[in-house]
C-alpha cells in the first residue's frame, strides 16, 4: 500500500512495457470483484478464454494506468476497434467501430476501490473521444460494472451472454452514452 498518508494519483499513457504489470493487476481485480457476481468457474474461463484486454490497446494510445505512490492502481481507456469478444456476443448489440468507439478495460485495483479511480478513467475517456469528434461511446459490462457505468450516465441496450469454449456463458450488459453537447464544447475549444 502506498507509503504516503495522501499519495495522488498520477494518470499516464500506459505502452507494450506495461503489459505484464497491467495484466496481473487486471487479474486480481477480476478475482476478487467479481466474486459473488461471477462464479469462480466463470471468472477462471472467461480469463482463460478471452482476458482482460488486448494487445493494441497498448498501442493505440488511448489506454491508460493510474498509479498511487508507485503502485498500479488503475487501467482503462477507449478504442475504435470493437473488443475481441464483440463478435461472440449474442445477440449483436455493437455498432461497428469508427462509428461509435468503445470503453474498455477498465479495471481497479481492490486495494484502491471506492477512490474514484474508474471514474476518473471513464471520464478521460470520454473527453478524448470527444475531442476526437464522436458522439456516443458504447461499453460491454461486466455485472460487476454495471453500477459504476449507470452512475455515470450510460444506459444499458442489450443484456447478453458470451459464449466460450468450455461451455460457460458469461453474463454482461451492453451499454451506450451520448457525447455530443461534450465533442461540440471540445471542437468549440480547439
Do not use: C
Not at 53 to 72: K, Q
Not at 149 to 163: H, M, V
Amino acid at each position: 500500500m502506498p507509503k504516503n498518508q495522501n499519495p495522488k494519483p498520477v494518470i499516464r499513457r500506459a505502452g507494450i512495457a506495461d503489459r505484464e504489470r497491467i495484466r496481473r493487476m487486471q487479474l486480481q481485480s477480476f478475482r476478487v470483484l467479481g466474486r459473488g457476481i461471477y462464479s469462480d468457474a466463470e471468472i477462471e474461463s472467461f480469463l482463460a478464454h478471452r482476458g482482460t484486454m488486448d494487445d493494441f490497446l497498448l498501442y493505440e494510445g488511448t489506454y491508460y494506468m493510474v498509479e498511487i505512490d508507485g503502485f498500479l492502481a488503475a487501467s482503462g481507456g477507449w478504442s475504435r476497434r470493437t473488443p475481441l469478444f464483440g463478435k461472440s456476443l449474442k445477440p449483436p448489440h455493437a455498432v461497428d467501430a469508427p462509428l461509435v468507439p468503445w470503453i474498455r478495460s477498465i479495471f481497479v485495483d481492490p486495494r484502491f476501490v471506492r477512490q474514484g479511480l474508474a471514474t476518473r478513467l471513464v471520464e478521460l475517456a470520454e473527453r478524448e473521444a470527444a475531442f476526437a469528434g464522436y458522439r456516443q461511446l458504447q461499453l460491454t459490462a461486466t455485472l460487476t460494472g454495471v453500477p459504476l457505468y449507470q452512475s455515470l450516465g450510460y444506459e444499458a441496450t442489450d443484456r447478453s451472454a458470451i459464449d466460450l469454449p468450455d461451455g460457460q456463458q458469461f453474463r454482461v450488459v451492453a451499454m451506450r452514452k451520448g457525447i455530443g453537447a461534450m465533442a461540440r464544447r471540445a471542437r468549440g475549444s480547439a
